[in-house]
């Protein structure tokens, strides 16, 4: 099958060498980036906090919530007033610093919302429960405007309540963990869908775009051909679970081991939630017969994923 980057241990220990803490680097005139030390196997170096703007910014996934990282947010913004702060969804990653930067700059914080507890309480994976934006943004809402004009765009799959935010005058696009350039993005259910994961890569692709600025990992310097990539990815994935189904390959720590290498426990994890997510689309199309319901081994969410 085509070869795309998926999260490895290789790939995050490359870019964790790379990385500069608490530095600040400019990735565009106005557009600064401020890398969180929050590496693991799923996030790469750490979650990638944006600061957006000149007079006045936007600060766009303030990522956890420790005090050398909103510290050093704090100081690239400097002296500029902060118009909003932005979460891409409410991941542990991502969201809860948007608290303390809240209570430091005076801004309100924006994103999809909050899942209600029911829908919470489907997953283990790690949520910021805590996290309710001032303002609950609608896909397609515009915020700001003039050069630095953001539009909220709804893109479900890795998470129900994942937003990427485009720059309506730049042509780029914060791609949040939907498209990410260093590793493919995890899909678990039940909060996680691959039919929606696909349907917002359609959304994305529908804009002309000059760069995106995933939460983890450098700058996507071609966007079209990332999506293109990823979406081939998960095409040949899928035909990779529906093999293995046909030959009553069925559980999906089994169809793991025969379609994918070099993975630690976690990412092991991972996969088997994709792998879900994969027979889901499979069954929930109803293009094959459904295997009998003991034939079927779910295996629970994973622990986290970013
Ligand atoms: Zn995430």
């Given at each position: 099958?085509?070869?795309?980057?998926?999260?490895?241990?290789?790939?995050?220990k490359?870019?964790?060498?790379?990385?500069?803490?608490?530095?600040?680097?400019?990735?565009?005139?106005?557009?600064?980036?401020?890398?969180?030390?929050?590496?693991?196997?799923?996030?790469?170096?750490?979650t990638?906090t944006?600061?957006?703007?000149?007079?006045?910014?936007?600060?766009?996934?303030?990522?956890?919530?420790?005090?050398?990282?909103?510290?050093?947010?704090?100081?690239?913004?400097?002296?500029?007033?902060?118009?909003?702060?932005?979460v891409?969804?409410?991941h542990?990653?991502?969201?809860?610093?948007?608290?303390?930067?809240?209570?430091?700059?005076?801004?309100?914080?924006?994103?999809?919302?909050?899942?209600?507890?029911?829908?919470?309480?489907?997953t283990?994976?790690?949520?910021?429960?805590?996290?309710?934006?001032?303002?609950?943004?609608?896909?397609?809402?515009?915020?700001?405007?003039?050069?630095?004009?953001?539009?909220?765009?709804h893109?479900?799959?890795?998470?129900?309540?994942?937003?990427?935010y485009?720059?309506?005058?730049?042509g780029?696009?914060?791609?949040?963990?939907?498209?990410?350039?260093w590793?493919?993005?995890?899909?678990?259910?039940?909060?996680?869908?691959?039919?929606?994961?696909?349907?917002?890569?359609?959304?994305?692709?529908?804009?002309?775009?000059?760069?995106?600025?995933?939460?983890?990992?450098?700058v996507?310097?071609?966007p079209?051909k990332?999506i293109?990539?990823?979406?081939?990815?998960?095409?040949?994935?899928?035909?990779?679970?529906?093999?293995c189904?046909?030959?009553?390959?069925?559980a999906?720590?089994?169809?793991?081991?025969?379609?994918?290498?070099?993975?630690?426990?976690?990412?092991?994890?991972?996969?088997?939630?994709?792998?879900?997510?994969?027979l889901?689309?499979?069954f929930?199309?109803?293009?094959?017969?459904?295997p009998?319901?003991?034939?079927?081994?779910?295996?629970?969410?994973?622990?986290s994923?970013?």
């Amino acid at each position: 099958m085509k070869t795309i980057a998926t999260p490895s241990p290789i790939a995050a220990k490359k870019l964790c060498a790379d990385a500069n803490y608490g530095s600040v680097s400019e990735v565009s005139p106005g557009i600064i980036v401020v890398l969180a030390e929050n590496p693991k196997d799923y996030t790469g170096p750490g979650t990638n906090t944006y600061i957006v703007g000149d007079e006045q910014v936007w600060i766009i996934d303030p990522g956890p919530s420790c005090d050398q990282h909103v510290c050093a947010v704090m100081a690239a913004v400097g002296e500029r007033a902060v118009a909003g702060i932005l979460v891409t969804h409410t991941h542990m990653d991502h969201s809860p610093g948007a608290a303390p930067l809240k209570q430091l700059t005076g801004a309100k914080t924006y994103g999809f919302g909050a899942l209600s507890a029911e829908v919470m309480a489907l997953t283990d994976e790690e949520v910021d429960v805590d996290f309710v934006p001032d303002l609950a943004l609608s896909d397609g809402q515009t915020l700001g405007d003039g050069a630095w004009q953001i539009t909220a765009l709804h893109t479900p799959g890795h998470f129900p309540n994942h937003m990427c935010y485009r720059l309506e005058n730049k042509g780029m696009i914060f791609s949040g963990d939907h498209v990410m350039g260093w590793s493919t993005t995890a899909i678990i259910p039940p909060l996680g869908n691959l039919k929606e994961y696909l349907e917002g890569l359609d959304k994305l692709a529908r804009y002309p775009t000059s760069a995106m600025l995933p939460s983890h990992g450098p700058v996507i310097e071609s966007p079209a051909k990332r999506i293109s990539d990823v979406r081939d990815h998960r095409m040949a994935r899928h035909k990779q679970v529906e093999a293995c189904v046909r030959r009553g390959v069925r559980a999906p720590s089994a169809i793991v081991e025969e379609i994918y290498t070099d993975l630690t426990p976690l990412l092991i994890e991972a996969a088997k939630g994709c792998v879900e997510a994969h027979l889901e689309m499979l069954f929930g199309d109803s293009v094959h017969e459904q295997p009998a319901r003991n034939d079927f081994v779910p295996t629970g969410a994973a622990s986290s994923f970013a």
